[in-house]
């Protein structure tokens, strides 16, 4: 981290005269274990936050204006805080301009100009929570800024909504919760409805998690993610018709509800509805099976849910799969799935750490073989959340 700082600190002074007086604020991406796409459901998550953050370096300048410059795009932006739209030509410029317009809102104005530098280590667009990362960085540089506390449960609801309302993708509260709230060594178990957590040791000694990124980023992600939530609503609907007691979200709902009503209900609002009720028992029982450091039972329910992602909710590719099928061949390998939104992305594998090295090996060349494509591998490790370095 000290020779990530000086890098800012380098690209701060040329920008901006000198790094004195500088703050940095730190984010990290994260990997869902399990429960994919029920966060926005009410339901049951199990992330883990990672060693791939973002990092925010700031100063305020007395000033309404914000200036960043972002090291991975190689290009600066500049918005005043009264602004009423995201500076043009830059689209990641929305996350920093969405996160300030929800503080901004949420303080009664008392939001302070910053010069900034951010740089992620979180690859963009692979399902680890890059948008989040850098929400919760912003967040975080904006509140010392302004000298202003928000406990952390309100501003991961702040990131949150500059995500819904700003960046248009009208995603759940996991991973702005998890990128605040984590431990390091434990994964995160988070009831999406009480917005309350467990922690649940994970320890990756005996255990390695590993994320495989395809390469494969498809552009219809951010709009058929918001259709997967609109047909859930549609369930809801439905169920609340014709169940016969009260049902607020597809939390309340039981695998023999589903059952029972699948006649009645047309496709494809079924299979969504059977994947998310399905997907919060695996949740459930991953939890136990984490607790009891079961990693058999753990990597069965997660090829369950990688099924039933591909299946029922229909938001893998040809390319996660082949990803996942080609970890499941591989010796000391418990389990694989997709994480993330889907439609390209990554992978993680949860592996006998003597495998390690060998899965790697076998899963890049292999994979590459398939499809032209070198992946990038990566060991991660469960970590704490973010804050003021």
Known sequence: MHKRIDMLREAFSRLFGSADHTCAARAPGRVNLIGEHTDYNEGYVLPIAIDRDAVVLFRPNG???VNVHSLNFSASV???LADPGPPAGAPWAVYPFGVAKVLQEHSGGSLA?????VESTVPLGGGLSSSAAFEVAFALAFCKAAGIEVEPLALAGLCRRAENVHAGVNCGIMDQYVSLHARKDHAVF??????THQLVPFRTDAVKLIVCDTGV?????????????????EGVAFFARNIGRPIKSLRDLTVEDVTVFASQLESPVLERCRHVVTENARTLAAVAALRKKNMYQLGVLMGASHES???????TCRELD???DIAGEIDGVFGARMTGGGFGGCTISLVAEEHANDFCKTVAREYQAATGISPAINIVTAEAGGGIL
Request: proline fraction near 0%; charged fraction near 25%.
């Open 309 to 315: 992602l591909r299946t029922d909710y229909q938001v």
């Open 190 to 195: 988070i009831d999406c409805r009480s917005l």
């Open 322 to 324: 082949l990803m996942v």
């Open 63 to 65: 000033t309404s204006t």
């Open 217 to 233: 980023r498809h552009s219809l992600a951010a709009s058929e993610y918001n259709r997967r939530r609109a047909q859930c609503e």
């Open 78 to 80: 500049s918005f005043d």
């Open 113 to 117: 100009g910053i010069d900034a530098v």
